[in-house]
């Protein structure tokens, strides 16, 4: 038994004739009685009563309908879903940010890729890139925009532009001339994404700094986020560090801003698992976010 006999049978049913049938399915007469003589042979059974001026079924006929009648929806619904999927008229678009993504303008690929694809579903993941970087891998997000470095293993990483990280301070003698790594663990520190701590990509460059240099950071308050760090630092707290994109967008009353000594920079890159194949939602959905970063001003090429 076929999808094809299946769909022919309910024709039949539904018209009452084969000629009718044929004519609804774009074939021939004797094909469409072919595919019921088949069926009925294959069973030993005959499904319709023929002679009269419309097909009548019989009680195998009447056994058979309801089946090919649910049979032949699932079918379509199946058909209908995995077309979704497989398009842009459905499916989900799965993707994560870097947690400060608004202050490159990255807010917008939600209503743009809406605005173009309005029957594709989203969900974004915004942690630190720490996490969205493992949910990349975990395979609960098909690809992300992360800060570098990250745990790269079974990922393929692209990297994308940079940003630089200055320090930041409401104290003017601590702005006079660029700060060292030495500098940086000899004062206080309000440090920002204390969930992810210093798994945090920018606060594990800045501690491999500190290794080399045989000194240590400590912060004197942890704040998840970045723009409760700059309040505390407004406040004589403590010292930070920002991107400048940041800097930029989220200045605070009464805090500075410097390039460290030596300069340091948050790499923005496309993460996505090395042996994964993105779903067209989200092809498409990277597609824009590519265009979108490519085209920031807050953002440098990497040299």
């Given at each position: 038994?076929?999808?094809?006999?299946?769909?022919?049978?309910?024709?039949?049913?539904?018209?009452?004739?084969?000629?009718?049938?044929?004519?609804?399915?774009?074939?021939?007469?004797?094909?469409?009685?072919?595919?019921?003589?088949?069926?009925?042979?294959?069973?030993?059974?005959?499904?319709?009563?023929?002679?009269?001026?419309?097909?009548?079924?019989?009680?195998?006929?009447q056994a058979l309908?309801?089946?090919?009648?649910?049979?032949?929806?699932?079918?379509?619904?199946?058909?209908?879903?995995?077309?979704?999927?497989?398009?842009?008229?459905?499916?989900?678009?799965?993707?994560?940010?870097?947690?400060?993504?608004?202050?490159?303008?990255?807010?917008?690929?939600?209503?743009?890729?809406?605005?173009?694809?309005?029957?594709?579903?989203?969900?974004?993941?915004?942690?630190?890139?720490?996490?969205?970087?493992?949910?990349?891998?975990?395979?609960?997000?098909?690809?992300?925009?992360?800060?570098?470095?990250?745990?790269?293993?079974?990922?393929?990483?692209?990297?994308?532009?940079?940003?630089?990280?200055?320090?930041?301070?409401?104290?003017?003698?601590?702005?006079?001339?660029?700060?060292?790594?030495?500098?940086?663990?000899?004062r206080p520190l309000?440090?920002?994404?204390?969930?992810?701590?210093?798994?945090?990509?920018?606060?594990?460059?800045?501690?491999?700094?500190?290794?080399?240099?045989?000194?240590?950071?400590?912060?004197?308050?942890?704040?998840?986020?970045?723009e409760s760090a700059?309040?505390?630092?407004?406040?004589?707290?403590?010292?930070?560090?920002?991107?400048?994109?940041?800097?930029?967008?989220?200045?605070?009353?009464?805090?500075?801003?410097?390039?460290?000594?030596?300069?340091?920079?948050?790499?923005?890159?496309?993460?996505?698992?090395?042996?994964?194949?993105?779903?067209?939602?989200?092809?498409?959905?990277?597609?824009?976010?590519?265009?979108?970063?490519?085209?920031?001003?807050?953002?440098?090429?990497?040299?």
């Amino acid at each position: 038994m076929s999808l094809v006999q299946l769909r022919v049978f309910l024709a039949a049913v539904r018209l009452g004739s084969f000629t009718a049938a044929a004519a609804a399915m774009h074939m021939a007469q004797p094909s469409v009685s072919e595919f019921i003589r088949r069926l009925e042979d294959a069973y030993g059974t005959t499904l319709f009563i023929r002679g009269g001026r419309r097909l009548v079924l019989t009680a195998a006929g009447q056994a058979l309908l309801p089946l090919a009648e649910r049979t032949v929806a699932a079918a379509d619904e199946a058909d209908r879903v995995l077309r979704a999927v497989t398009s842009l008229s459905g499916g989900t678009a799965s993707f994560g940010l870097l947690r400060n993504a608004k202050y490159y303008a990255l807010e917008t690929l939600v209503t743009e890729f809406h605005r173009l694809h309005p029957d594709v579903r989203l969900r974004l993941g915004g942690l630190n890139s720490v996490e969205v970087a493992a949910a990349v891998s975990a395979g609960e997000l098909e690809a992300a925009l992360v800060v570098l470095p990250i745990d790269d293993e079974g990922l393929r990483v692209l990297p994308l532009k940079r940003d630089e990280v200055l320090y930041a301070s409401a104290n003017p003698e601590h702005l006079i001339t660029p700060p060292t790594i030495t500098d940086l663990a000899s004062r206080p520190l309000v440090l920002y994404d204390a969930h992810s701590g210093w798994r945090d990509p920018t606060r594990r460059q800045l501690a491999e700094r500190a290794g080399l240099a045989e000194v240590a950071l400590d912060a004197v308050a942890e704040v998840e986020q970045v723009e409760s760090a700059l309040t505390l630092v407004a406040a004589g707290v403590g010292d930070s560090f920002v991107s400048r994109a940041v800097a930029g967008t989220a200045a605070t009353s009464g805090v500075g801003f410097v390039p460290f000594a030596d300069p340091l920079y948050d790499t923005i890159a496309l993460v996505r698992r090395a042996s994964a194949t993105l779903s067209p939602a989200t092809a498409e959905l990277v597609r824009l976010a590519l265009d979108m970063v490519a085209a920031s001003t807050r953002l440098e090429p990497i040299p």
